[in-house]
């Protein structure tokens, strides 16, 4: 499971946790304005805006999870099995695979309103990056610094472009649905209940947080949802970046997954393998993972983003502790 958010505090900070039984050997990827994009079924792009985000680099192309252009414009895939549907190419259209949808959109687009228009030409096509490399069944969360932000889900039926008010993204059912299940938690509150229950019963409050008790805990996607979007909508929001990024990466680090609770397979556990940012205001990248919950920062802008080169950032996944004595 995944889960990617919009937070918009003050600057906006966008990005998502990556949860799955395996790790692809991903990095932090800077592509500068000049590195050519190949696309499978459109022209090279040579000039574009320049993009940070985390992706497996694989015969020199960057296959970016998640990623945001120096507009501000950020864009995540999330798994959405079962639904995900590709289809065959098809003239007059713009024919993009998943795996070149990022850098189609983030490449060319420093907007929603701009991403929105240039999704009315899209055709999400059947190509795999390679044989070992096949097609991935997503859909994606897209947001810019106006803290504006659209779900896109290709399903048997088309592409479906989605204005999202929570800012939110998980994985299955289809995006409508989850916003139907969010209104049963309408309830929901950081302040203690007050009786609605019964004017004929007392209730004690015996203790603190009952407002939120029946938020829910699961590592399952509605879950995740619902709780996530909660804590965002109720996060304290600060005047400085430090605090800000603290509060983002608490607001993921309440729907991380830790080892051992979402059993995929027998004695195989989908854990949260890092949790990334992107302030969309400045280009600064941050992630945590889940072994280094120190927070790690990139700025892209300190690189020289008129090059054709990429730049890449092992990921930095080493159990550090402070020593006090
Ligand atoms: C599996 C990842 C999404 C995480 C997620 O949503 N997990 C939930 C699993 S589930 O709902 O519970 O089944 C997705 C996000 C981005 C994907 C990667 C990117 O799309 C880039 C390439 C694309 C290639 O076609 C396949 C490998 C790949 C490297 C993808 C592998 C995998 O599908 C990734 C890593």
Not at 6 to 13: A, N, V
Not at 292 to 317: A, E, F, G, W
Request: hydrophobic share 35%; glycine share 6%; net charge negative.
């Amino acid at each position: 499971m995944c889960t990617s958010i919009i937070f918009s505090p003050k600057d906006h900070y966008f990005g998502r946790n990556l949860d799955l039984e395996v790790s692809f050997g991903q990095q932090v990827v800077v592509t500068p304005r000049n590195y050519n994009f190949k696309f499978r079924k459109m022209p090279d792009m040579k000039k574009h805006f320049a993009m940070v985000g985390i992706a497996l680099v694989a015969d020199e192309y960057p296959l970016y999870f998640d990623a945001a252009n120096e507009k501000g414009l950020g864009m995540a895939g999330l798994n959405y099995p079962d639904n995900f549907h590709a289809f065959e190419v098809e003239d007059g259209k713009d024919n993009i695979s998943p795996f070149e949808f990022i850098p189609w959109v983030l490449g060319q687009c420093a907007t929603v309103d701009e991403a929105k228009k240039l999704l009315e030409k899209i055709n999400l096509v059947n190509i795999n990056f390679s044989e070992k490399m096949q097609l991935s069944p997503l859909h994606w969360l897209i947001a810019d610094k106006t803290g504006k932000s659209i779900t896109v889900e290709s399903d048997i039926d088309g592409l479906h472009v989605y204005d999202n008010p929570i800012g939110c993204l998980t994985n299955n059912p289809q995006f409508p649905k989850q916003l139907t299940n969010l209104d049963n938690y309408a309830n929901l509150s950081p302040a203690m209940p007050e009786n609605t229950f019964s004017k004929e019963i007392n209730f004690n409050g015996y203790s603190r947080g009952l407002g939120s008790h029946n938020l829910p805990g699961g590592m399952d996607s509605e879950s995740r949802f619902v709780r996530v979007a909660f804590n965002k909508f109720n996060a304290p929001k600060f005047d400085t970046e430090e605090e800000n990024v603290d509060t983002y990466f608490h607001i993921l680090h309440s729907v991380e997954q830790q080892k051992g609770l979402d059993e995929v397979a027998p004695g195989q556990f989908e854990y949260t393998i890092y949790s990334d940012g992107t302030n969309l205001d400045t280009g600064v990248f941050y992630y945590t993972t889940y072994t280094n919950k120190r927070i790690t920062k990139v700025d892209m802008n300190k690189l020289d983003l008129d090059s054709d080169q990429m730049t890449v950032y092992p990921i930095n996944d080493k159990i550090t502790f402070d020593e006090e004595n």
